[in-house]
């Protein structure tokens, strides 16, 4: 077997896995991944339109659209004025800040768990290698 066919054999073997135990942990807090993905983007960028955010997560605007409701539903995001009126930028509320820090603890231990074994040198390899794999499947 050519070890690129062992990568990616492996990179799926790591991926259900991967998203059914943080799905598990974001459940004790009401969320699941895509609202945990559209949370770790506002918090770590301050606000995006919907496009941005479907382009980030690599899915359909009304994919999006659907989870935005539901985040603003909860009354964690909310819109924010823009320069261009077509635009519709939405951010973090202050209590979407505050539910992103209290997760944000269940998320570092769950994270620091599973990279058990794994330097941090190799952490910044694999975070490298995984960007330029994106950037060439998206290109």
Do not use: C
């Not at 699941?32 to 605007?61: C, D, M, P």
């Amino acid at each position: 077997m050519k070890t690129s066919q062992k990568f990616f054999h492996q990179l799926l073997m790591l991926y259900r896995p991967f998203e059914n135990k943080l799905n598990f942990h974001l459940a004790e807090h009401q969320l699941h991944r895509a609202q945990w993905s559209i949370f770790y983007y506002l918090f770590n960028n301050g606000s995006a339109t919907l496009v941005e955010l479907s382009h980030y997560l690599y899915v359909e605007k009304p994919t999006v659209t659907r989870t935005m409701n539901r985040l603003e539903e909860l009354g964690y995001v909310e819109h924010v004025p823009s320069n261009d009126k077509r635009e519709k930028r939405t951010q973090l509320t202050e209590l979407g800040r505050k539910v992103y820090a209290e997760v944000r603890v269940t998320i570092d231990q769950f994270e620091t768990d599973i990279l058990k074994g794994v330097s941090e040198r190799e952490q910044l390899e694999a975070i490298r290698i995984m960007s330029e794999i994106r950037n060439n499947i998206i290109k």
